[in-house]
């Protein structure tokens, strides 16, 4: 009976003994770390690879040191031109001090979550409806330094902001609609207007250099003329010498002063 006694109190030793070794030991990955409190007072940041700690003396916080992905849910955002807009984005951050994200603030993730809402809507307010959607990389840069120079103190690095939608109700949809439609019209004007206004500049040209050299018309009267000979056409055209439209006026102007005379 004494015998059983023993080595029923062994093995409890055995298993206790089992029980804290199991306790102590932590192993972590490459990718995480361990803040270490040993009787409630931070002690160091362990890891990666195999940690021992003191049980019931030591405690140990896991911090995963990848980059996150947090997807920020849509917002409604009055742009700066008062037009109504719902922004969804998406921020990539990671912690690169676990001691202060596990220190500083209760849960990082909710924390970062909450402050990417509450900027997104405040950056995007000061803008335009035109720069949302034109000027995404500005409005993602800024967005992101902002969010990094709010987060430094808990330890997190964000890395990057991406706008992912920017919709807009219907009837403002129809409004953009008409005004790149006017856009477009007001080009197609300015640039038929530049047209006839280089056609014009040529034309005054040209005209400037046959001026110099009556005679050169007859040759433009000839190459009209082969034109219009090669075409299927029953019109007879006769070309008027210049020559003689510069002798009838000159004809009337003494014909009135004979008769004066």
């Given at each position: 009976m004494g015998i059983f006694a023993e080595l029923?109190?062994?093995?409890?030793?055995?298993?206790?003994?089992?029980?804290?070794?199991?306790?102590?030991?932590?192993?972590?990955?490459?990718?995480?770390?361990?803040?270490?409190?040993?009787?409630?007072?931070?002690?160091?940041?362990?890891?990666?690879?195999?940690?021992?700690?003191?049980?019931?003396?030591?405690?140990?916080?896991?911090?995963?040191?990848?980059?996150?992905?947090?997807?920020?849910?849509?917002?409604?955002?009055?742009?700066?031109d008062n037009v109504s807009v719902r922004v969804s984005a998406?921020?990539?951050?990671?912690?690169?001090?676990?001691?202060?994200?596990?220190?500083?603030?209760?849960?990082?993730?909710?924390?970062?979550s909450q402050l990417a809402q509450t900027t997104l809507r405040s950056v995007l307010g000061k803008h335009d409806l035109d720069e949302m959607l034109a000027e995404r990389d500005k409005l993602n840069s800024d967005i992101q330094e902002i969010l990094d120079a709010q987060?430094?103190?808990?330890?997190?690095?964000?890395?990057?902001?991406?706008?992912?939608?920017?919709?807009?109700?219907?009837?403002?949809?129809?409004?953009?609609?008409?005004?790149a439609e006017a856009e477009r019209e007001r080009r197609a004007k300015v640039i038929n207007a530049e047209g006839e206004q280089q056609a014009a500049a040529k034309?005054?040209?040209?005209?400037?250099?046959?001026?110099?050299?009556?005679?050169?018309?007859?040759?433009?009267?000839l190459s009209t003329l082969n034109v219009i000979a090669g075409e299927k056409t029953s019109t007879i055209i006769f070309p008027f010498p210049m020559e003689l439209g510069n002798l009838m006026p000159l004809k009337s102007a003494q014909a009135s002063q004979s008769s004066r005379g």
């Open positions: 029923a109190f062994y093995l409890v030793v055995i298993l206790v003994l089992l029980l804290v070794i199991a306790s102590a030991i932590k192993i972590l990955r490459e990718y995480e770390r361990g803040v270490v409190f040993t009787l409630g007072r931070f002690t160091g940041v362990k890891g990666p690879g195999l940690i021992l700690l003191i049980p019931y003396v030591q405690q140990m916080i896991r911090v995963d040191l990848r980059t996150r992905v947090l997807d920020v849910p849509g917002q409604d955002v009055i742009s700066h998406v921020i990539y951050f990671r912690v690169i001090d676990p001691e202060r994200s596990t220190i500083q603030v209760e849960d990082f993730m909710t924390a970062t987060t430094d103190a808990w330890g997190i690095k964000v890395a990057n902001v991406e706008i992912k939608h920017v919709d807009i109700n219907e009837s403002m949809v129809r409004a953009i609609a008409r005004q034309l005054l040209e040209a005209a400037e250099i046959l001026a110099r050299q009556p005679e050169a018309m007859q040759l433009r009267y």
